[in-house]
């Protein structure tokens, strides 16, 4: 009786025994992220690759060492823009560049600058910026002085970078056409935000133009010969802050070559055929010697962050105009 009892007993621990390895298959697997493997090894992982990244001279920036900072923000295009600044306390920054790139692959983006290709590259903590080729890695000296270059590897830091130190430019870019050039700069002066527009290349005037854009960000700026008669245009683009993100243009003609004069932007809230549905959130761009805006059109009882309209698109030409030329209403669509 005993004998049957412990028989018994050993069938059932068997049994147990086979259930609970069969259990232990079918459990699901441990991420490997967790097993302190890094997020990139995980395909199915989204990484994060916002954030601020510094060349190895960072560490060392309080004892007298130069340094780079970049500074990347993700777009809801899957495109990033890219902030490149330097150190700037001791002496005239060595590197400054923004920029916007575009995905190509996983964790990689491609920026063309002056023309030349340039791939920024994301390993988990890790940036490399670097040309496509050869030739293309040439530019990299173009906005550094000094014999320096933006090309080589920058890790992810968990903070701003050190305000005593930085430039504090928001904003730089140089734009030429023409053989006339533009330094575009915006940095805040006191508890003001200024935008500095300098010529460079006029046969008369080339003094700077400044303006108060306080509670306004410089988004881009592009060139180009709008009424084609051989000399440039500069557009600046700006958006407010705030949930609305309204847009505006600020920008200049170039006369004979000789000086500059504001071109005026007219303000869609301004015109009654343009305004409905518009609650900001512009983008800005050039388009076969036009201006281009766009933006969401909302319907009633949309909230800010979800439009359901259509998206209104407008067209604006460059026309001669006193005391200044303007931008007038070329074409408009929908779709």
Not at 130 to 149: A, V
Request: net charge neutral; with cysteine.
């Amino acid at each position: 009786m005993m004998t049957k009892w412990i028989n018994m007993n050993r069938t059932k621990l068997l049994a147990a025994l086979v259930a609970t390895a069969v259990a232990s298959c079918n459990l699901p697997k441990k991420d490997k992220a967790q097993d302190g493997e890094t997020l990139a090894s995980n395909p199915n992982t989204t990484i994060s690759i916002a954030g601020t990244y510094v060349s190895s001279d960072y560490q060392k920036r309080h004892e007298g060492y130069d340094w780079i900072g970049i500074i990347i923000h993700e777009n809801a295009d899957k495109s990033i823009t890219i902030k490149i600044r330097s150190r700037a306390d001791l002496k005239k920054p060595t590197c400054t560049l923004d920029a916007t790139a575009v995905s190509i692959t996983e964790g990689q983006y491609k920026a063309v600058l002056e023309g030349k290709t340039v791939l920024f590259s994301f390993n988990n903590k890790n940036l490399t910026i670097d040309g496509e080729t050869d030739s293309d890695s040439s530019i990299l000296s173009f906005y550094c002085s000094g014999g320096g270059s933006l090309k080589g590897n920058y890790q992810k830091i968990d903070s701003n970078l050190d305000s005593s130190q930085v430039d504090s430019r928001t904003f730089q870019k140089v734009l030429s056409l023409q053989n006339i050039s533009f330094s575009v700069e915006s940095q805040p002066i006191s508890d003001k935000q200024q935008l500095t527009i300098t010529p460079l290349g006029l046969s008369i005037d080339n003094r700077h133009f400044t303006h108060d854009i306080t509670g306004q960000s410089v988004v881009n700026a592009e060139i180009e010969d709008l009424n084609k008669d051989g000399f440039p245009e500069i557009l600046v683009y700006l958006q407010s802050h705030g949930s609305g993100s309204y847009g505006n243009v600020i920008a200049y003609s170039v006369n004979n070559g000789k000086s500059m004069s504001q071109i005026n932007f007219p303000q869609v809230a301004d015109n009654k055929k343009l305004k409905d549905g518009y609650q900001g959130h512009d983008e800005f761009t050039l388009v076969e010697h036009k201006l281009v805006q766009r933006f969401p059109i909302y319907l009633k009882n949309d909230v800010n962050a979800n439009p359901t309209g259509k998206t209104r698109q407008i067209a604006y030409e460059l026309k001669d105009g006193e005391p200044s030329p303007k931008f007038i209403v070329k074409d408009i669509t929908e779709f």
